[in-house]
């Protein structure tokens, strides 16, 4: 196991459709001091996609190497396309002053949260699984096998509920928001992240 108090790691998860990737951009662009964790993928790039920003694009022949090596942190397949984070990523990006944030399945918060206890870990949940169908079917235009698939992935996701530390109810994004800085403000200001401050006045000479 990793000492996870030498690492600042911020899980945030939520079904498909929950909003979770909307709250996370804007907690990226309003604190400086955070940084997104690129993962590894096997599916496609995107138009507009950028190797190394959204993801790291690799074969499924280069994946399996790095499970093979025990390079991931966590892993998982998705559909037919597999999705990890390396353990070189998180000790690249989670050290000193900069804090990291995962988005990842509630699979792969439960490997991380068994490595790094000591993380953060943020459920991003709809306020009803009606509202969250309704949504899928809004962004994909249409009602097919795969939102009904992901309606029962949600449910399932939803179960896991109790790895996470804080539970963010995103009915409107506004307020869900509010609630996520608030979290992120209470981290920050946390035992574990001021005790060296703590421990600089008590190191102070007596005036």
């Given amino acids: 196991m990793a000492n996870s108090e030498k690492y600042n790691i911020i899980v945030v998860s939520g079904p498909s459709g929950s909003g979770k990737s909307t709250l996370i951009h804007r907690l990226l662009k309003e604190h400086k001091n955070i940084v997104f964790s690129v993962s590894h993928t096997t599916r496609p790039k995107r138009d507009g996609e950028i190797d190394g920003k959204d993801y790291y694009f690799v074969t499924e022949e280069d994946f399996r190497k790095k499970i093979a090596a025990d390079e991931f942190v966590e892993w998982a397949q998705v559909y037919r396309n597999l999705y990890g984070t390396t353990l070189d990523e998180v000790k690249r990006k989670a050290s000193g002053d900069q804090n990291l944030i995962l988005d990842v399945d509630v699979q792969g918060a439960a490997n991380i949260k068994k490595q790094f206890p000591g993380a953060l870990f943020i459920f991003i949940v709809p306020p009803t699984l009606a509202e969250l169908k309704k ?73």
């Fill in 135 to 207: 949504r899928l079917i809004e962004r994909e235009k249409v009602l097919d096998g795969n939102i009904e698939k992901r309606s029962a992935a949600a449910k399932e996701e939803l179960e896991q509920y109790h790895l996470y530390d804080y539970i963010v109810i995103n009915d409107k994004v506004e307020d869900a928001y509010t609630v996520l800085k608030s979290i992120y403000t209470a981290y920050n200001n946390s035992a574990v992240k001021k005790n060296s401050f703590v421990e600089s006045i008590l190191a102070e000479k007596k005036v």
